[in-house]
């Protein structure tokens, strides 16, 4: 994914990175859960990164030096997508940090994603679909666990 023009990042740093890492703590002692040092690095990268990050670059990044155990960072992984903390971007193969963490409660909750093919941005949307799936399931009997909805195209500043 490559194109000639800049992309800004929407990434987190500095105070707003480590407001959204004690918002998260705090979530988690809520639920019973606990924000373990590797979750809590992964789910800081997922944050830093502002865009979804790929499995094995979380790996290769975990650690300074020598890269993570992937067992290690699968498992964080795991965690987080549980609890709403990261969303799986299947078309990617990659995991996203859930912007809407700090506002709901969230947690495993379906998302729709518009995904740039051309800068990579994603930006995570509301279902509106879902109600639809869901009656539509449920006329069938059937029970959904997890709907995940992600549409590719060109953000405003690639179509530009
Ligand atoms: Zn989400
Ligand atoms: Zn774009």
Same mark, same amino acid.
């Given at each position: 994914?490559?194109?000639?023009?800049?992309?800004?990042?929407?990434?987190?740093?500095?105070? #707003? $990175?480590?407001?959204?890492?004690?918002?998260?703590? =705090?979530?988690?002692?809520?639920?019973?859960?606990?924000?373990? !040092?590797? @979750?809590?690095?992964?789910?800081?990268?997922?944050?830093?990164?502002?865009?979804?990050?790929?499995?094995?670059?979380?790996?290769?990044?975990?650690?300074?030096?020598?890269?993570?155990?992937?067992?290690?960072?699968?498992? #964080? $992984?795991?965690?987080?997508?549980?609890?709403?903390? =990261?969303h799986?971007i299947e078309s990617?193969?990659?995991?996203? !940090?859930? @912007?809407?963490?700090?506002?709901?409660?969230?947690?495993?909750h379906a998302a729709a994603f518009l995904i740039?093919?051309?800068?990579?941005?994603?930006?995570e949307i509301d279902p509106a679909v879902l109600?639809s799936i869901?009656? #539509?399931?449920?006329?069938?009997?059937?029970?959904v666990?997890n709907v995940t909805i992600e549409a590719h195209?060109?953000?405003?500043?690639?179509?530009?």
């Open positions: 994914m490559s194109c000639g023009h800049d992309h800004h990042s929407t990434g987190l740093s500095g105070g #707003a $990175l480590s407001a959204e890492l004690t918002a998260a703590d =705090a979530r988690c002692v809520d639920a019973g859960q606990k924000l373990t !040092a590797p @979750r809590r690095r992964v789910l800081e990268l997922l944050l830093e990164a502002g865009q979804p990050v790929k499995a094995y670059d979380l790996i290769a990044t975990f650690a300074d030096g020598a890269p993570a155990k992937p067992p290690t960072v699968y498992r #964080a $992984l795991e965690f987080l997508s549980k609890q709403g903390f =990261a799986r990617l193969n990659a995991y996203v !940090a859930c @912007r809407h963490s700090s506002s709901e409660g969230a947690d495993n740039c093919d051309c800068c990579g941005a994603t930006r109600d869901q009656a #539509a399931a449920g006329a069938r009997d059937f029970t666990q195209g060109l953000c405003a500043d690639c179509s530009a």
